[in-house]
């Protein structure tokens, strides 16, 4: 306006309309409108990824848990061992429930992520210098996005991975034959590490 003396009318988003938004009021509807749009896919995007690190952290304190479980038993209290092994065999049912549920998202986020980094990139390059902040902002947040995908999936393997290395160092020399195959039972269940994948295509983690 001050340097045209002409109000624009600028919409927060660069869209397609059929008509045009010239005058106060379909600007005003559309900008709105606009707003709404933006707000819901941020909530979308925000619920489904708070979701996610939820429930990732309560498979990685379960798995915490049992670790920590496993390193106070002893002698005198080997008869523990059986409710271990229960629960880590609910533990790493619940592994595969959260991989199942999250590797189609997963997949998405990434697959979405890296055509979204790559057309900042190029907007970057070849843009004006005033759309830099808003694709700087907009890259900031997808890259957020990814980092805290990938430091939950690396959480999930060093936690599961964890057990077997918790039974060993527990005082399982102490104990009878009977408690030392159940510890070699838990080992061998932690020795692969659960992991979240992008369908199967790659492995979550930093």
């Excluded at 009021?25 to 819901?40: A, D, E, Q, R």
């Excluded at 992991?195 to 492995?203: C, E």
Aim: hydrophobic share 50%.
């Amino acid at each position: 306006y001050i340097v045209s003396n002409e109000v624009q009318f600028v919409l927060p988003y660069a869209v397609l309309l059929p008509f045009k938004t010239d005058s106060w009021i379909p600007w005003l509807i559309v900008y709105v409108y606009s707003i709404f749009c933006g707000f819901t896919c941020v909530l979308y995007y925000a619920t489904v990824d708070v979701l996610y690190c939820v429930m990732t952290s309560l498979v990685c304190n379960n798995f915490s848990l049992i670790s920590f479980k496993l390193q106070k038993v002893n002698r005198n209290t080997a008869h523990l061992l059986k409710e271990v092994l229960k629960e880590q065999q609910y533990v790493l049912k619940l592994a595969e429930d959260l991989e199942n549920i999250f590797t189609a998202p997963n997949l998405f986020n990434v697959l979405i992520g890296s055509v979204e980094i790559c057309a900042l990139g190029f907007n970057l390059m070849i843009g004006d210098l005033t759309q830099i902040p808003g694709c700087i902002l907009f890259l900031s947040s997808v890259l957020l996005q990814i980092l805290i995908m990938s430091v939950f999936g690396e959480n999930l393997i060093s936690e599961s991975s964890r057990i077997a290395e918790a039974a060993f160092l527990c005082k399982w020399y102490e104990m009878d034959q009977k408690s030392k195959k159940t510890i070699l039972t838990i080992m061998i269940r932690s020795h692969k590490p659960k992991k979240l994948t992008a369908y199967k295509f790659s492995v979550i983690s930093t």
